[in-house]
């Protein structure tokens, strides 16, 4: 059997129960499930596979398979599955969120199930990986787990009141276009550049190998002097592509790939920072809408909610390409079925890597409940519609401001204009209804506006429900 079936595990409701495995080739199998049998025969290479049928919310069941042995799955609950993705503020654990002490004491959550995939890489999709088992959430075993995915698990089965299984499947440092499979990148031509960048950092990998081991071997011995003296050990010195993690499609192959026989609900994902750069930032958009398409192919249950984190304020330096990560990752909006939690105020102008992972959980959530669920609630900030001339000014329309429009913390900021040269000024911002009329001195015809256009802005709009509007541009 897989690592991702075991005991403990959540299966997804209302999709048909997915069961498959190894055998002797011919094998007789047969599998048993909520009073529900199906039987097979392993194929010529010992392959074989059993879809049993749908059904509601519930448990615990066992699972039983029957071949020339018999395997008892126990602990079963059939309710919501998620994959959680992405890099480093992904893959942060509970035990370093904000208050983590009085967060960790209370995640004695049954229903919530958690799957850990370990970190590999691999150079072609793998049909198993290497992975904790299944548990359920106690403040144990939800330590080193996803605070993101917990605290998204955790609003959901509040909402919902059904089981909650989360399979976090992150790595730090890691750009999407590992996440993505070589079919889906090879097979668009705007991709090429994925592969050139590729090409770029490895032309001298022998070389950057031999100094990274000097290194390594330096940070040894400076440890082991430390530990003998009783002093602090240092840091480990963290570089990216230490693995080969970087490699197109090394992650999808071997983190995500082995997933996707797996019926799932959907997938949140909190990635972009390792996409960043001035080589990636400008092919993100068209390689995000590609991963997401890819990973809902492979997985054959439709256009899954796709939810996402936009990245977070920060202060990255003067070639900051945060902003059009950003933008990129809002145009992704485009595709169906896709939410994006803006986290523009509740990040930390001098930690990568902030605290607040409650009120991210909490955002993907409501996205959720609005994108998967049909909920009739609020889940976005204000989202950049249109910008119309008026005068001197700009009046800027957005969506998701039913609510009305808020400028929180004095006189409204954040917004600039630009006439035809596209120099853009800082402009002077007021609300008027659901709308923003922006000016600039010097810019007597503004042709285009944007909003929170820098790594860490200083930006305060929001709508009546108290979520943040995201940074845009109108025009690049």
């Not at 068209?286 to 439709?302: K, P, S, Y």
């Not at 256009?453 to 940074?471: E, H, Q, R, V």
Request: some cysteine; charged content about 20%; overall charge negative.
């Amino acid at each position: 059997m897989p690592a991702v079936l075991g005991d403990h595990m959540v299966v997804q409701r209302r999709l048909p129960v997915h069961v498959w495995g190894k055998a002797a080739a011919g094998e007789a199998v047969s599998a048993t499930f909520r009073d529900d049998t199906r039987s097979t025969t392993a194929d010529s290479i010992g392959l074989w596979s059993l879809y049993l049928k749908p059904g509601e919310a519930g448990g615990p069941f066992e699972l039983t398979i029957r071949g020339e042995n018999t395997l008892t799955l126990r602990d079963i609950l059939v309710g919501d599955v998620w994959v959680a993705s992405g890099q480093s503020n992904m893959e942060f654990g509970m035990k370093n969120v904000m208050n983590a002490g009085v967060e960790l004491a209370a995640a004695n959550r049954p229903r919530i199930r958690l799957f850990h995939v370990k970190n590999k890489v691999a150079d072609h999709p793998l049909d198993d990986l290497a992975a904790w088992p299944w548990e359920a959430a106690t403040p144990e075993s939800v330590k080193d787990f996803s605070a993101v995915a917990y605290f998204f698990g955790r609003d959901l089965e509040d909402i919902l009141d059904v089981p909650i299984g989360l399979i976090d499947s992150s790595w730090g440092g890691t750009p999407a276009d590992a996440w993505t499979s070589l079919r889906a990148l090879s097979a668009d031509a705007a991709l090429m550049p994925v592969f050139a960048e590729w090409a770029r950092m490895t032309d001298d990998l022998a070389v950057t190998k031999v100094r990274r081991e000097q290194e390594l071997e330096k940070w040894r011995r400076a440890s082991e002097e430390a530990k003998a003296k009783g002093t602090t050990e240092p840091g480990f010195p963290w570089r990216s592509n230490d693995s080969g993690e970087w490699a197109p499609a090394a992650l999808y192959n071997a983190m995500i790939a082995p997933l996707t026989p797996f019926p799932i609900r959907g997938a949140i994902w909190y990635q972009g920072e390792s996409n960043a750069s001035k080589e990636r930032a400008p092919l993100y958009a068209h390689l995000f809408e590609t991963m997401i398409e890819d990973w809902r192919r492979a997985w054959g249950v439709g256009d899954f909610p796709f939810l996402f984190v936009q990245l977070a304020n920060f202060k990255t330096g003067p070639d900051s390409h945060w902003p059009d990560l950003r933008e990129a990752q809002r145009e992704t909006l485009a595709l169906a079925n896709t939410g994006m939690a803006v986290t523009i105020d509740i990040g930390n102008p001098t930690d990568i890597h902030p605290k607040n992972k409650q009120e991210v959980g909490r955002r993907l959530a409501l996205a959720a409940g609005a994108i998967a669920y049909g909920e009739q609630l609020e889940y976005s900030g204000p989202m950049f519609w249109q910008a119309t001339p008026e005068g001197s000014a700009l009046r800027v329309s957005f969506t998701h401001a039913a609510s009305g429009l808020v400028a929180r913390g004095g006189a409204l900021k954040g917004f600039a204009v630009a006439g035809p040269d596209g120099k853009f000024v800082n402009g002077d911002a007021q609300i008027d209804g659901a709308t923003v009329l922006v000016s600039a001195s010097g810019v007597s015809s503004p042709m285009y506006v944007r909003y929170g256009w820098s790594d860490d802005p200083g930006c305060n709009l929001y709508n009546g429900d108290g979520l943040p509007a995201s940074p845009f541009q109108s025009s690049k």
